[in-house]
T-cell receptor
Framework: NAGVTQTPKFRVLKTGQSMTLLCAQD?????MYWYRQDPGMGLRLIHY???????AKGEVPDGYNVSRLKKQNFLLGLESAAPSQTSVYFC????????????FGPGTRLTVL | GQSLEQPSEVTAVEGAIVQINCTYQ??????LSWYQQHDGGAPTFLSY??LDGLEETGRFSSFLSRSDSYGYLLLQELQMKDSASYFC??????????WGAGTKLIIKP
């Protein structure tokens, strides 16, 4: 089992460019999450999904969109990147009722110039 | 609002015991989780407390007092590989975890 995978691992964007981060999990988890982590800080939830076809806003959703067309995939989109979106992005997944125990992907390091 | 407080940095000696504290203010509290994150790595789950008391998993233990809105992670027989950041996180009623800012554990030989 690969667990939770993320692509790409690194990316550099120019201000205004768009991109999509892909998260895939093979653990048959219902719940999936997108976080961002800035230096010296904890994780902040961007969006999450409790099942295929459903998404919801987290703590810091502005500037991001998500889609969960398949149970195993959760996509995070940046429509018009800004330098404030320079961060490390983590995807995670969990079973229903066990959001306390989340399994994380390796992260995507995004720099917006 | 919801918030968690934990020390930004703790230093200990290899082989010793260290305690990392976490206090929280939150609504709809279900439990307190602890995660470990090595530099450049992803968070990994360590433990979860839903009820008051101590949970032990090998060298690591976690404690919760719901009445005091307080918990801690106890690491025994410290090893150099335990050098990492440790995060407490609170689960509430809306499928989300709210995370503390993390405690960097520095271990000296």
């Amino acid at each position: 089992n690969a667990g939770v995978t993320q692509t790409p691992k690194f990316r550099v964007l120019k201000t205004g460019q768009s991109m999509t981060l892909l998260c895939a999990q093979d653990m048959n988890h219902e719940y999936m999450y997108w976080y961002r982590q800035d230096p010296g800080m904890g994780l902040r939830l961007i969006h999450y999904s409790v099942g295929e076809g459903t998404t919801a806003k987290g703590e810091v959703p502005d500037g991001y969109n998500v889609s969960r067309l398949k149970k195993q995939n959760f996509l995070l989109g940046l429509e018009s990147a800004a330098p404030s979106q320079t961060s490390v992005y983590f995807c995670a997944s969990s079973f229903p009722g066990t959001e306390n125990e989340q399994f994380f992907g390796p992260g995507t390091r995004l720099t917006v110039l | 609002g919801q918030s968690l407080e934990q020390p930004s940095e703790v230093t200990a000696v290899e082989g010793a015991i260290v305690q990392i504290n976490c206090t929280y203010q939150t609504s709809g509290f279900y439990g307190l989780s602890w995660y470990q994150q090595h530099d450049g790595g992803a968070p990994t789950f360590l433990s979860y407390n839903a009820l008051d008391g101590l949970e032990e998993t090998g060298r690591f233990s976690s404690f919760l007092s719901r009445s005091d809105s307080y918990g801690y992670l106890l690491l025994q027989e410290l090893q150099m590989k335990d050098s990492a950041s440790y995060f407490c996180a609170v689960s509430g009623s809306n499928y989300q975890l709210i995370w503390g800012a993390g405690t960097k554990l520095i271990i000296k030989p």
